[in-house]
């Protein structure tokens, strides 16, 4: 199956052909089959691939498609490369984005507002999923660019979907700017790359890293850290992320929470050479992981849609992979990623069954009382739940463990570990809060399930691998990503992460349920301020608008007339003057003319004469 | 016996035609003396073509002065064309009442 392996990026991309030229006019059931079913084909092809490579033993497989372009020494080849972390990525984004695809069949069957509304959703993801396995596929910086702006688009197009609420279309041209902001730094960093290295191939590149000086190493790490954290939704380019919810719930899941914006945590970990030559940058970073963890955690407590607290957990499970990557626990990161992919997939997928049977209702204070009108989606919500807060023996708890437990033998001393056990410990109680506050208590609202089995059967199958999905790593993994440390869990660090987490849940039910009156704290000044700036992310909205959105509004509304314009408007402006100038002679009289062609005969033939 | 001519004795004539022809193409306006003078203008050409023809003693020359001939009937009957045009719009033979094509 592994000369088939360009299948797997090409059968998304002939679904999105086939849905793009159609134009909406296939009935929607075909439009289905081909949307789902071209992802779901790339995910056997990928499974077969994958299972073939693991037997190979090789250390990486790579397919030569065609060569680009051949100038001089400059001849990129359009190359799918496979080793086990493409592979892991691979399979994370065919298989996750399956069963999101399925369940987008049914969660978009009657959910868009136009009669072609369904064609252009599967058109979209399908050539989402194709940008995002080039991504990851490629063997070559620049097809990697080529994936990771195809994904930037992508998004944008989905964040807009309902494009008919003007605030949807803001919210997609915020995270398309915001994370054109990083994506420019991560431009820079792979020209310099180039220059220096005369390579974009990145096993060519990377080879070759050892001859950069340390300096070089350190700004190219910060660039391409620059573009991660664009994509990643991290600290400081985190903004656009919570926005990006304005899309709908199965794009939340792929793009906004499963592939899309763990790239940046892929781009890092592929490009482990220059970060092994710039501790600087990889320190970099841990501190933007911490940073990053931090601030969403609290953020997420704060906040009372579904979807945004999600969004932030999402930013600060980031955040981990960020902080697991900065500390050397490279492999933990990718697992972590991978692990996340399963539980905020089914996490979203569920939240969106809960949204849909409530009628697009997403503040939790306005549900309750879910989990006996709703058993599937509580069910789901809860298994992810105790994977988010990694419970023991969940497949959560295996990946941040092994991260925690590598942050505390850094050479730093345990400062990340501390500040990733108290960011755990707030995981546990914002994730508490949205179980208790929405699916306990009383019932507020009329709910209605509606999901059939095109529905629940990903969140079942998302469910198990949310539970089992942490045993992969003593079978499978293991082989692939290289050894991750097993620290016996005897180990007092360990105790403490497996402790905090349960101290977390049974806190967070007392507090929310009602069972445990913390009011006055809550109702104080100091307490209030610190909850409308949680809530407000931060605050980080409110500077950047400040300080870019509203100079920027300034400056255009002075310079409507447009100063640069002026240039030209002079130029037209001369010309037509030299025009008039030129029109005078032209009298209409036939004896002026004749006049004219007699003296200018005349001055030629005294200027011959006189040479 | 012919009378030998100087070929500079003619061609001074020719171009004193010449020039009368050019001054009453600049001056007049009646339209008819307009080509009245072209044609003078024509035969002064058509005559130093003569005189260089019998100076080199080729007939090039006359040949020459037959297609002017023929050039100036051929521009005569496009140019009365013109001319009756002229005077059925504009009711006169002024050629500077036509002159609204200007820019």
């Known amino acids: 199956m592994l000369e088939y392996l360009w299948l797997v990026p090409a059968l998304p991309l002939a679904g999105f052909f086939a849905l793009f030229v159609t134009e909406g006019r296939l009935p929607d059931k075909i439009v289905a089959v081909i949307g789902a079913g071209s992802v779901g084909l790339a995910a056997l092809v990928a499974l077969g691939a994958g299972m073939e490579f693991v037997e190979s033993g090789e250390a990486s497989y790579a397919q030569v498609l065609w060569t680009w372009m051949a100038v001089g020494t400059f001849t990129p080849s359009i190359t799918l490369y496979l080793d086990p972390l493409s592979l892991v990525m691979t399979g994370v984004i065919t298989g996750v984005g399956f069963l999101i695809h399925l369940y987008a069949t049914g969660y978009m069957w009657k959910d868009h507002e136009e009669p072609e509304g369904l064609s252009r959703f599967f058109a979209y993801m399908n050539l989402f999923v194709f940008a995002m396995l080039m991504l990851v596929l490629g063997d070559n910086l620049l097809v990697l660019f080529l994936g990771w702006e195809g994904v930037g688009l992508c998004s944008y197009l989905l964040i807009g979907f309902y494009h008919r609420d003007p605030e949807n279309g803001y919210a997609a041209r915020k995270a398309f700017v915001v994370t054109r902001v990083g994506d420019t730094l991560m431009a820079i960093g792979l020209f310099l790359l180039f220059r220096e290295l005369g390579s974009l191939d990145i096993q060519t590149a990377l080879g070759d890293a050892g001859g950069l000086d340390a300096g070089m190493a350190t700004a190219i790490g910060l660039l391409l850290l620059g573009g991660a954290v664009g994509k990643s939704a991290q600290v400081p380019l985190q903004t656009w992320l919570p926005d990006a919810m304005a899309g709908p719930t199965p794009v939340s899941a792929l793009i906004h929470a499963a592939t899309m914006v763990t790239a940046g945590v892929y781009l890092i970990a592929r490009m482990k050479g220059i970060y092994d030559l710039a501790p600087i940058a990889q320190l970099a970073v841990a501190i933007v992981g911490l940073v990053t963890l931090f601030i969403s955690s609290f953020t997420a407590l704060t906040q009372t849609d579904i979807k945004r607290i999600l969004a932030y957990s999402t930013m600060s499970q980031i955040g981990y992979m960020f902080m697991a990557l900065g500390v050397g626990a490279w492999s933990a990161g990718i697992f972590h990623l991978m692990t996340h992919a399963f539980f905020k997939a089914l996490l979203f997928l569920a939240s969106g069954s809960v949204i849909l049977a409530l009628h697009h209702e997403q503040d939790i204070t306005k549900m309750g009382g879910l989990w006996r009108k709703l058993p599937v989606p509580f069910a789901s919500m809860l298994i992810g739940s105790i994977a988010l807060v990694a419970v023991p023996l969940t497949s959560g708890f295996y990946s941040k463990d092994a991260i925690l437990l590598t942050a505390w033998e850094h050479d730093t001393g345990p400062w990340f570990w501390a500040g990733g056990v108290l960011a755990a410990l707030m995981t546990a109680l914002y994730t508490t809060r949205m179980m208790v506050v929405a699916f306990l208590g009383e019932t507020k609202t009329e709910s209605h399930d509606a999901s059939r089995i095109n529905m629940w059967g990903p969140l079942v199958v998302l469910a198990m691998l949310s539970i089992g999905g942490g045993w992969l790593t003593f079978s499978v993994l293991d082989d692939l990503l290289g050894a991750i440390d097993h620290i016996p869990h005897t180990h007092p660090a360990a105790l403490v992460t497996v402790v905090l987490p349960l101290l977390g849940i049974l806190l967070g039910y007392f507090v929310f349920s009602g069972r445990m009156n913390v009011n006055s704290l809550v109702e104080s000044s100091l307490g209030g301020a610190l909850r409308r700036f949680w809530q407000s992310g931060w605050a980080f909205d409110w500077v950047y608008d400040r300080a870019f959105v509203k100079p920027f509004l300034w400056v255009a509304r002075v310079n409507k007339g447009d100063v640069v314009d002026l240039l030209f408007r002079i130029t037209a402006a001369v010309t037509r003057g030299l025009h008039h100038i030129g029109a005078l002679t032209q009298t209409g009289r036939l004896r002026w003319y004749a006049a004219n062609m007699a003296i200018g005969l005349i001055v030629v033939v005294l200027i011959v004469a006189s040479v | ?103």
């Not at chain 2, 035969?43 to 003693?57: H, P, T």
């Not at chain 2, 007939?59 to 100036?72: N, S, T, V």
């Not at chain 2, 009365?80 to 036509?98: M, N, P, Y």
């Open chain 2, 1 to 103: 016996m012919a009378i030998e001519v100087p070929v500079e004795q003619v061609l001074m004539v020719a171009a004193g035609l010449f020039l009368l022809g050019l001054l009453g193409v600049l001056v007049r306006r009646n339209i008819i003396f307009l080509l009245m003078s072209l044609e003078v203008m024509m035969n002064s050409a058509g005559l130093a073509f003569i005189a260089a023809g019998a100076k080199w003693g080729a007939p090039d020359g006359q040949i020459m002065f037959m297609l002017i001939l023929a050039l100036a009937a051929a521009e005569v009957a496009v140019a009365l064309g013109l001319v009756l045009q002229i005077s059925r719009r504009f009711d006169t033979l002024d050629v500077d009442a036509a002159s609204e094509l200007n820019g």
